[in-house]
């Protein structure tokens, strides 16, 4: 598709734990500029392949490159931005507080601001519009107000590849919106890569040019027309599932629910993929 290299390459990825699979022989390649939606129920094996991409999880089998070396040896090229943080609303740290600790979080004391590190931190909150809330406390703000202050501390290191971890789940239509608009933003503008993790893959459908679909800890990976075809997703429920198209939303069901015990209609059905 290009004759750049893939910033992350996933190759025949396979991870245990506690002596169960989890991950099953996952491969994916992701390019500068693409933005990449990782869709599974609960369960599915979502956050466990993001530890590993991260290098917080050992894989039994398979590899994980990023920019080309071993993800542990490439963090700097990785930002982060997890699920949920609550903060304290009497936590004295503002906003840009918190997006200068992710240039140097390791540091302890009261962050310090120099002429460099102020325009890294004002360039960040520009990216994610945070400048109105800059100044207030990053425990005061709404929860899209706090996503983007996270977004903006992910940012500030300028990483090559942002991955979230299911950043739409507890917000409104509105402030879902906002983000979807902002990720794609970001392909575009900083040619970043960003994977997304999601129960629903509707919501991303803008802006997504690849997806990692997972069930049970097994995926089928592609562009969305590859991926999201009643016989490819069929083979991976390992039941009959029909893909319908409505109002330019995607909903998976299950063809015949007489083959397919309850919990696979609700799994199949819940995130409305
Ligand atoms: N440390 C662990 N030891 C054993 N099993 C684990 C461990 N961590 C996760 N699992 C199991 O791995 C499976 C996948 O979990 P994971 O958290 O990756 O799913 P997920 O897709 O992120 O789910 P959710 O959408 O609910 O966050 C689950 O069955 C979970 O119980």
Do not use: W
Not at 14 to 36: A, E, K
Not at 149 to 166: Q, T, Y
């Amino acid at each position: 598709m290009t004759n750049q290299s893939p910033i992350l390459a996933v190759a025949d990825l396979s991870v245990d734990l506690g002596g169960r699979s989890i991950l099953r022989d996952v491969s994916f390649d992701l390019y500068p500029g693409q933005l990449c939606a990782l869709i599974g129920e609960n369960g599915a094996g979502k956050t466990t392949l993001l530890r590993t991409l991260l290098g917080l999880i050992t894989q039994r089998a398979g590899t994980v490159l990023i920019g080309a070396a071993p993800a542990r040896e490439h963090r700097e090229l990785v930002g982060y931005v997890p699920q949920k943080i609550n903060f304290d609303p009497d936590l004295p740290l503002r906003t840009r507080d918190l997006v200068r600790l992710g240039l140097d979080g390791q540091r302890l004391g009261l962050p310090f601001f120099n002429g460099c590190t102020r325009h890294a931190v004002d360039q960040a909150l520009q990216a994610v519009g945070a400048e109105d809330f800059a100044d207030q406390r990053v425990g005061e703000l709404s929860g899209g107000q706090q996503q983007r202050a996270v977004i903006a501390h992910a940012l500030v290191r300028k990483p090559r590849l942002l991955i979230l971890d299911e950043p739409l789940a507890n917000l409104d239509f509105g402030s879902a919106n906002a983000l979807v608009d902002l990720l794609g933003r970001l392909i575009i503008q900083q040619q970043m890569t960003v994977l997304v993790t999601a129960h629903d893959m509707n919501p991303l459908i803008p802006v997504m040019d690849r997806l990692v679909y997972l069930v049970d800890g097994r995926a089928a990976t592609g562009t969305v027309a590859e991926v999201v075809q009643a016989e490819v997703l069929s083979k991976l429920y390992g039941y009959p599932v029909s893909v319908l198209h409505h109002g330019g939303r995607i909903l998976v069901l299950p063809d015949a629910p007489e083959n397919a015990d309850v919990a696979n209609m609700n799994r199949c059905a819940g995130h409305g993929a």
